[in-house]
């Protein structure tokens, strides 16, 4: 009882250093680089620093503002269980910002780009990707276009999917950009919100090779299944299907491999079976044993 209660423990503490790490490396990005050099990004975090733009109040209030507003539509259009994922960023995260903007960095002593837009947007891609990743990699959400997404999808828009709705909110931000500042900021906003993406998929998935699941229905099964296990040493899963058409029991094959493999795999298939129905689908990340399989933590 008490191990359980000390992985427990240990999960909490894990949980809280990676997310302090995360809201620190981006309330920097967004202090030391963002600002200063009067860029702007996507999501409640720009839409505050374009409100702060043009009524001169500190665009931490704002964000304050926005953030408890989504809080709170999370909680009664979502539920709670929705909004408790996104209590502790909704309260973590604004105290960084506002910590990093009116004391440690007021008057914005580094510059770490030397006014260069392109290398601003880059680093700003990388640090707020990396922070943004962090985050996420505990099962955390910020509350910002997430959480908005969602409530739009649930709610007005069921036709069209979370990540398009994001995407739309992220743009419409950017574009409104264009008006408050000009256009070349709303397109280096854009090169941003590339290299954020990339740098959080990094951390979430990290450099290894995309796997490959591969799917064989064929008559020479036991040749492919055999080159797979001992030339290859991948692993294999078997399935007994029938044929919708032909009404046909056929052994289906199921293996995890990496791309370079799924070339391999691909070839000797076509020298015994050209006739076989194969498919290869694209894998994010394997968790369990296996070669360049990625084992389960806590």
């Known amino acids: 009882m008490s191990s359980i209660k000390n992985v427990v423990v240990r999960k909490k503490i894990t949980d809280l250093i990676l997310l302090l790490l995360g809201t620190a490396l981006f309330s920097f990005a967004v202090t030391v680089i963002l600002k200063p050099n009067s860029l702007i990004t996507g999501g409640i975090t720009g839409l505050s620093i374009l409100a702060g733009k043009v009524t001169g109040?500190?665009?931490?209030?704002?964000?304050?503002g926005l953030s408890a507003l989504v809080l709170t539509a999370t909680h009664f259009l979502l539920g709670k269980q929705e909004?408790?994922?996104?209590?502790?960023?909704?309260?973590?995260?604004p105290v960084t910002l506002t910590l990093f903007d009116q004391w440690l960095f007021t008057d914005a002593q580094f510059n770490l780009t030397g006014d260069d837009l392109f290398l601003s947007s880059v680093y700003f891609g990388v640090i707020a990707g990396i922070g943004a990743g962090l985050i996420?990699?505990?099962?955390?959400?910020?509350?910002?276009?997430d959480s908005i997404?969602?409530?739009?999808?649930?709610?007005?828009?069921?036709?069209?999917?979370?990540?398009?709705?994001?995407?739309?909110?992220?743009?419409?931000?950017?574009?409104?950009?264009?008006?408050?500042?000009?256009?070349?900021?709303?397109l280096y906003a854009v090169l941003m919100q590339i290299v954020q993406m990339w740098a959080t998929e990094l951390v979430l998935y990290g450099f290894t090779n995309k796997m490959v699941k591969m799917e064989i229905i064929s008559d020479r099964s036991p040749e492919i299944e055999n080159y797979i296990l001992n030339t290859l040493g991948r692993g294999i899963t078997k399935y007994n299907i029938i044929g919708g058409y032909s009404n046909e029991?056929?052994?289906?094959?199921?293996?995890i491999c990496s791309q370079r493999e799924s070339m391999l795999i691909a070839k000797q298939i076509s020298s015994v079976d050209r006739d076989a129905f194969v498919t290869a689908m694209p894998v994010i990340s394997v968790w369990g044993r296996g070669v360049g399989f990625e084992t389960m933590q806590i």
């Open 83 to 93: 909004s408790k994922k996104i209590l502790l960023l909704s309260v973590l995260f």
């Open 149 to 186: 997404g969602k409530i739009l999808h649930k709610r007005f828009f069921p036709f069209v999917s979370i990540s398009q709705l994001i995407a739309i909110i992220d743009m419409a931000v950017i574009l409104l950009s264009a008006l408050v500042f000009d256009i070349q900021t709303a």
């Open 136 to 145: 996420l990699l505990r099962g955390y959400s910020s509350g910002g276009t």
């Open 57 to 64: 109040i500190p665009f931490t209030l704002y964000y304050y």
């Open 249 to 255: 029991q056929r052994i289906k094959l199921v293996s």
